[in-house]
């Protein structure tokens, strides 16, 4: 009778870390390692042998396997939900099929930015409308002041209001990120408001 070990699954999703997961929410296009039985030695269980496999129709990716890791580049992988399996083979006998959902999320588009008026008067209200996905983080700086974030809506708009401007405003958005964790960084989408100065007329003279 053969007896089978009992697989732990342990998710790499940071280089840093290993968290054991029943689900996993990854981003589009992503390249995410896999490992089990770490506990015993780093290729596993001495004389195993594991088989990797994403059987959920509509897989685009590519596994690397190496002993009880493995990578996957999810590529072209459409947004969905897939199971990930492994199963491991000793002496002849085969284990549990030890199996983890993956949930890959969209992409992250870059966000658009505009004003209502691109020239005001000192004193005014300076307004930009951000647009991107619903409920996703923006990073933001004025005239390349400290980062500022701000949520859109779930029409995903937001307005940055600034009252009382005194010089031409400029806003940048770095970065934006969505609720499932995926991100665009290193972006930078402007726009500026210019400001024109007060009119001051003398009183009448007579």
Not at 110 to 134: H, L, M, R, Y
């Amino acid at each position: 009778m053969c007896s089978s070990d009992l697989l732990i699954l342990l998710v790499s999703i940071f280089a840093s870390s290993l968290t054991m997961h029943a689900q996993q929410s990854i981003c589009f296009g992503s390249t995410h390692t896999y490992t089990v039985d770490i506990d015993d030695g780093p290729t596993g269980t001495f004389g195993s042998t594991y088989a990797w496999s994403v059987p959920t129709p509509g897989f685009a990716g590519t596994i690397t396997p190496n002993a009880n890791s493995a990578s996957i580049d999810w590529a072209s992988t459409p947004v969905g939900n897939y199971t990930f399996e492994v199963t491991e083979t000793n002496n002849g006998c085969i284990g549990t099929v030890i199996s983890l959902m993956v949930t890959v999320n969209p992409v992250v588009t870059s966000p658009t930015i505009a004003v209502a008026n691109t020239t005001i008067c000192q004193s005014d209200t300076a307004e930009f409308e951000i647009k991107g996905g619903p409920t996703q983080t923006v990073t933001y700086n004025i005239n390349s002041g400290a980062n500022q974030t701000i949520t859109l809506d779930a029409l995903g708009e937001a307005t940055v209001s600034l009252p009382m401007v005194t010089g031409n405003q400029r806003i940048t958005i770095t970065s934006i990120t969505s609720t499932t964790g995926c991100s665009l960084s290193n972006i930078t989408v402007s726009e500026t408001i210019n400001v024109n100065p007060s009119v001051f007329t003398s009183s009448i003279g007579f």
